[in-house]
């Protein structure tokens, strides 16, 4: 099940400028920008949207106890995080106040024996030789620590991002979330910048603008506001005079011969700086931004690549272990995904949780159980607040900390399944059911014909895209044709859309095995692109996803198969008495409340296309219910949303609650191909005729093919056909495959021996 889902936003129009193309200009309107000033701003950010650093909390106070450090050559520990985030913060400080002077060093908190933040036995020892303590994307709710630093005879001042808790440490605080400041979607190393602005200037700051746009990336902050400028200023530094690290990490991610995105940075660069701290040390990570040693930079940076492949093959293997334990698990029955597992690498295992998350799209949190005490990362989906979440069931934790969609957690084993159900009790109680189900958003709704290179390419100034400020998505129906599968082992889908105003070529990427269902009249959502080829430029379609438009339509297109499709269900009738049990009949209006109640749990079954669609049309009744469309088949989603089958075959899918055929539900039409079925006679006739074709040299395509060829030979529907097949392949008169079907040595049988046969007649009793 997938949902549509048009963006949100405060809209207010505004005239559209002569220069800006229609396209744009719509697409801004809908993003809320209210005024072509506005709309100027956001599309060529300049540092004038910078704000005054002295508009964050406590950042007076925090620049004079540094100025107060530097005066007396006190020793300042910049303690970071071992992130990205962190580790591009602590760079950024600890370059600029060792260019003041300062005798500065550098912390970052081992991931595996420390964890996050500050933590006793670190700073016991830095109170040992440190003057000043300054945090960097972190320290907001670290209240003991901050107390038991001052008790120590060390001064701290901290600078975070995180969301404060209802305690504060008490010591200067800068953190854009405290005091209502205008952007606060600041990363930790976005508000490092601003500190080294509020010290010593926006020239200085700008030094650093490159490392504050990495995390900014990174970080998945939103790329609104202050962060806009901040990453375009950030991506033009390093590609033109890139610090010897970046450059470094940019050969080895392959990327030396291009220009550099926030795509980039988000997906290649990131996640190789990442991997010293996920794996072994964030110090490597440090010293690669910190050094100006082209060969050093070089070595760092291959060994960090290093670290990313074998991170990766960790990643893998854990996805692989949580999928295993999934195995049976019952989707209607939670709200999140809570795995625990001993040896997991607790590095990796936010990486892996937000894998899950895609794939299943529930709020997932993987445990690394050490001797006990389990630790670990959530991640979340849109609608649910992990951080809220972890907030209630609190008091089964140890210690935890995050943000609406990413956290991180400590707890005792035997605290686990208390806090599993706590954490399921909340989310029951506080997120709409709703929440569960996938949903892609989408900006505009266009035709293909408003696609045009002038458009396309004006889309480029919502550049830098990201969190916040998404890439733009458009939806258009379109006919698809020539669906093809491309690239290595055909993992991809090349196809040609066409609407009344145009026709564009599409790829969808990882989706190659969907090219023998990509045709007729399709939903489509995009982004558009322009492909330069030979020297000529095209407009191409990336597609995100692709649902067939009419429900109706897809069962017409079918009809040609429905003789294969009741030879299936009747042979599951016939071997799996299970699908074939009868319920009471139930009311449409109930049937509708169930499906209405839970988006998931509800599957139900057709027999023919009139029952299909009455069941539509039950289901398109004020307000319209959404669910899945299976024709000859169950559905296989372990999450079990709600859904309609027509004529299934195959295993009954184990996470349904119910199953409701149509002919239990009140007012549905019997079955009219029941009364299609050949009696005695009928058999002998069709035996007959496909004794005669299969002596022959007939053509025809499969079992489907088969059916027609026997029906219109011996008067029978494809459903009637497909019937006489499966009884005389039950009397041992022939066998069938897929591709049709070869005689066998006749006998004499009495076909009143065959359970195929009897069923066929009690059914056309029944339909009759």
């Not at 007076?60 to 107060?68: F, I, Q, W, Y």
């Not at 120590?152 to 600078?159: A, K, S």
């Not at 319209?624 to 309609?644: H, K, S, T, V």
């Not at 897929?738 to 066929?760: F, H, I, N």
Request: proline share 5%.
């Amino acid at each position: 099940m997938l949902v549509y889902r048009k963006r949100e936003a405060e809209r207010s129009y505004f005239a559209r400028p002569e220069d800006m193309p229609r396209l744009l200009h719509a697409l801004l309107v809908q993003r809320g920008i209210s005024s072509a000033d506005e709309a100027r701003a956001f599309l060529s950010p300049g540092e004038e949207i910078l704000r005054d650093p002295l508009l964050l909390s406590d950042m007076e106070k925090a620049v004079s106890r540094l100025r107060a450090a530097l005066a007396k050559g006190e020793r300042i520990c910049v303690y970071g995080d071992y992130d990205v985030d962190g580790v591009t913060a602590a760079a950024i400080l600890s370059l600029h106040l060792k260019s003041l002077g300062a005798d500065v060093r550098t912390y970052l908190p081992d991931r595996h024996r420390e964890g996050y933040g500050l933590n006793e036995e670190a700073v016991r020892a830095l109170a040992k030789d440190t003057g000043l303590l300054l945090t960097v994307d972190c320290g907001v709710n670290a209240v003991d620590m901050a107390a038991l630093a001052k008790e120590l005879g060390m001064d701290i001042v901290i600078t975070d991002h995180h969301r404060p808790g209802a305690d504060l440490p008490d010591c200067p605080l800068v953190d854009p979330l405290l005091n209502g400041y205008p952007c606060p979607y600041l990363s930790g190393a976005g508000v490092a910048f601003k500190l080294v602005e509020a010290l010593s200037g926006r020239a200085a700051a700008m030094e650093y603008v490159d490392l504050a746009a990495l995390s900014t990336v990174a970080d998945v902050v939103p790329l609104l506001d202050e962060n806009r400028f901040i990453v375009r200023a950030g991506l033009a530094r390093m590609n033109e005079r890139p610090r010897a690290g970046l450059a470094a990490l940019k050969r080895a991610a392959g990327l030396e011969e291009k220009t550099l995105t926030a795509g980039h940075l988000g997906f290649q660069i990131g996640p190789r700086l990442n991997a010293g701290g996920r794996l072994g040390s964030a110090r490597r990570g440090l010293e690669l931004l910190l050094t100006n040693d082209e060969a050093r930079a070089a070595a760092l940076a291959n060994e960090l690549e290093a670290e990313n492949s074998e991170r990766r093959n960790v990643e893998r293997e854990i996805l692989a272990q949580a999928e295993a334990m999934l195995e049976g698990f019952d989707f209607p029955g939670h709200r999140a995904i809570v795995l625990a597992c001993a040896g997991w690498n607790t590095g990796v295992l936010g990486l892996a949780a937000a894998r899950l998350v895609e794939i299943y799209h529930y709020p997932t949190i993987l445990l690394s159980d050490e001797d006990g005490v389990l630790k670990g990362s959530c991640r979340s989906i849109p609608g649910v607040d992990i951080f809220a979440a972890l907030t209630a069931a609190g008091e089964h934790l140890t210690k935890y900390g995050g943000h609406r969609q990413a956290a991180g957690l400590t707890l005792d084993r035997e605290a686990l399944e208390p806090f599993k159900a706590a954490l399921e009790a909340y989310l029951r109680e506080n997120v709409p059911a709703e929440a569960w189900v996938p949903a892609m958003e989408y900006d505009l709704d266009v035709t293909l014909g408003e696609l045009d290179a002038y458009a396309v390419a004006a889309l480029e100034s919502m550049q830098p895209t990201g969190m916040g400020n998404p890439a733009p998505v458009f939806r258009a129906r379109a006919a698809l044709e020539n669906a093809r599968r491309i690239g290595r082992d055909g993992a991809h889908l090349s196809l040609t859309a066409r609407d009344g105003g145009g026709r564009l070529r599409g790829v969808m990427f990882s989706a190659g095995a969907r090219a023998g269902g990509a045709t007729g009249e399709c939903d489509l959502l995009f982004s558009p692109k322009l492909n330069t080829w030979q020297g000529r430029t095209s407009v191409e379609l990336e597609l995100k996803a692709m649902e067939p438009l009419d429900a109706r339509a897809r069962l017409a297109a079918q009809r040609g198969q429905m003789g294969a499709f009741v030879y299936r269900f009747l042979t599951e009738m016939l071997y799996n008495r299970g699908i074939d049990s009868r319920a009471e009949a139930a009311r449409p209006a109930d049937v509708r409340a169930l499906l209405a109640a839970s988006p998931q749990g509800t599957l139900l079954a057709a027999l023919d296309e009139g029952q299909a669609l009455f069941l539509l049309d039950m289901l398109a009744e004020e307000p319209p219910l959404r669910f899945d469309l299976e024709i000859g088949a169950y559905p296989q989603d372990p999450r079990a949303f709600n859904a309609m089958c027509l004529l299934p075959a195959g295993a009954p899918p184990r996470n349904y609650r119910r199953l409701i055929r149509a002919d239990d539900v009140q007012g549905a039409p019997r079955c009219a191909w029941f009364g299609e079925l050949p009696d005695v006679d009928g058999l002998r006739n069709a035996y007959r005729a496909l004794r005669d074709i299969l002596r022959r040299p007939a053509v025809y395509e499969g079992l489907a093919g088969l059916c027609r060829l026997l029906g219109a030979e011996c008067g029978l529907t494809l459903a009637g056909a497909g019937a006489a097949l499966l009884a005389l392949e039950d009397m041992r008169l022939v066998e069938i495959n897929e591709s049709g079907a070869r005689l066998l040595p006749m006998e004499k049988r009495d076909p009143m021996d065959s359970a195929a046969v009897q069923m066929l007649l009690r059914l056309r009793a029944e339909g009759r």
